[in-house]
């Protein structure tokens, strides 16, 4: 069974640029997240969808920060303009359903993100 | 407020010896979920165990076990026969059930395995 993908797996920017990530979560998964994880601290969760809407977006800096989950499969998560501390690796994960006792995410290798 | 506390040091674990990463965690729900993964330096975050708060028996996946004490909200994740392919950052995670699933995950422990 294929992983979480995601692309690009390095990116360089300067600040006020914009980037955008892309995941394709493990097929079958209704709930895909999306992480990030600062240097030297655990990840922390910027959005969740359920299929193609969104759940929890309560951590998402949404005047710089957009994402999107057309069709309720892959996602891309957008920053514009980039600030120097959002420096950092963007994770994706997945998992079957939303909520269920064990339930477990699965994630990707990450896009590591140097904003100049 | 921090949920998930990871406060030891990097530690260096001699080859086919145990380890043992503490985890502690605070939460007022009666149901919830604890979570490690491993990162090694390629990033990814691995799945390892998973103790659910109900779960009357410490949870076990080859050589990963979890020492689960309720009334100490504590989560440590023991590694038995270390290889020096267990070098990694571990990371303890719960989810609270009654919330959205949301992981909160703590710091981390970084462990090095030497032969």
Request: proline content about 4%; some cysteine; aromatic content about 12%.
């Amino acid at each position: 069974e294929a992983g979480v993908a995601q692309s690009p797996r390095y990116k360089i920017i300067e600040k006020r640029q914009s980037v955008a990530f892309w995941c394709n979560p493990i097929s079958g998964h209704a709930t895909l997240y999306w992480y990030q994880q600062i240097l030297g601290q655990g990840p922390k969760l910027l959005i969740q969808f359920q299929n193609n809407g969104v759940v929890d977006d309560s951590q998402l800096p949404k005047d710089r920060f957009s994402a999107e989950r057309l069709k309720g499969v892959d996602s891309t998560l957008k920053i514009q303009p980039a600030k120097l501390e959002d420096s950092a690796v963007y994770l994706c994960a997945s998992s079957l359903a939303r909520i269920s006792t064990g339930e477990t995410q699965y994630f990707g290798p990450g896009t590591r993100l140097l904003v100049l | 407020a921090q949920k998930i506390t990871q406060t030891q040091p990097g530690m260096f674990v001699q080859e086919k010896e145990a380890v043992t990463l503490d985890c502690t965690y605070d939460t007022s729900d009666q149901s919830y979920g604890l979570f490690w993964y491993k990162q090694p330096s390629s990033g990814e975050m691995i799945f390892l165990i998973y103790q659910g708060s109900y779960d009357e028996q410490n949870a076990t996946e080859g050589r990963y076990s979890l020492n689960f004490q309720k009334a100490r909200k504590s989560a440590n994740l023991v590694i038995s026969a270390s290889q020096l392919g267990d070098s990694a950052m571990y990371f303890c995670a719960m989810r609270e059930d009654y919330g959205n699933n949301r992981l909160a995950f703590g710091k981390g422990n970084q462990v090095v395995v030497i032969p």
